[in-house]
């Protein structure tokens, strides 16, 4: 079967174009993902640690927070745009700052990971808003998380439980 000379270089366009398009897009990877232990009690709070966290409450249960690194090493950047679990009723994108001397949580459309770069989710900086907590959370138990960026999509990634 011969094949047309039209038909060769279109061949070779397509694969050259998904070859340019494929390398300047954003190369997502997670690290050290973790998720602060939290209680659904609603009781008296126990006696704990200094160094423990306190498991804030709502309505729609314990709230905690999770972090981690997100490193991007593509030539374009992308956005944390959702983030969700079933452990958690609900997920939202927060920035965490001090203002006049008080600590201010600020929502967040998305979170910029730049290109060639990253950004860490972290105590006092950008983290993920865990609300309405399903179960109770203990040091070393892991939490899956589903990650959506703009450009990237979804990722999967398995939070460990820990304390600051």
């Known amino acids: 079967m011969q094949r047309s000379p039209v038909a060769v270089l279109i061949l070779i366009?397509?694969?050259?174009?998904?070859?340019?398009?494929?390398?300047?897009?954003?190369?997502?990877?997670?690290?050290?993902?973790?998720?602060?232990?939290?209680?659904?009690?609603?009781?008296?709070?126990?006696?704990?640690?200094?160094?423990?966290?306190?498991?804030?409450?709502?309505?729609?249960?314990?709230?905690?927070?999770?972090?981690?690194?997100?490193?991007?090493?593509?030539?374009?950047?992308?956005?944390?745009?959702?983030?969700?679990?079933?452990?958690?009723?609900?997920?939202?994108?927060?920035?965490?700052r001090m203002n006049n001397g008080a600590m201010q949580m600020i929502p967040q459309e998305k979170i910029e990971v730049p290109a060639n770069g990253q950004v860490k989710l972290e105590p006092a900086g950008y983290y993920l808003m865990m609300i309405g907590l399903k179960r109770d959370l203990a040091v070393g138990d892991k939490v899956d998380l589903t990650l959506t960026f703009e450009k990237s999509g979804q990722i999967k990634v398995v939070a460990e439980v820990r304390n600051p």
């Open 13 to 96: 366009g397509m694969f050259l174009l998904g070859a340019c398009s494929a390398s300047g897009s954003p190369k997502i990877e997670i690290t050290d993902a973790w998720v602060r232990a939290a209680s659904m009690s609603k009781g008296p709070e126990p006696s704990r640690a200094i160094d423990q966290p306190i498991a804030l409450h709502t309505m729609g249960g314990a709230v905690t927070a999770g972090y981690m690194t997100i490193n991007n090493s593509g030539v374009s950047s992308d956005y944390l745009i959702a983030a969700q679990s079933d452990v958690f009723g609900s997920i939202e994108l927060d920035l965490s």
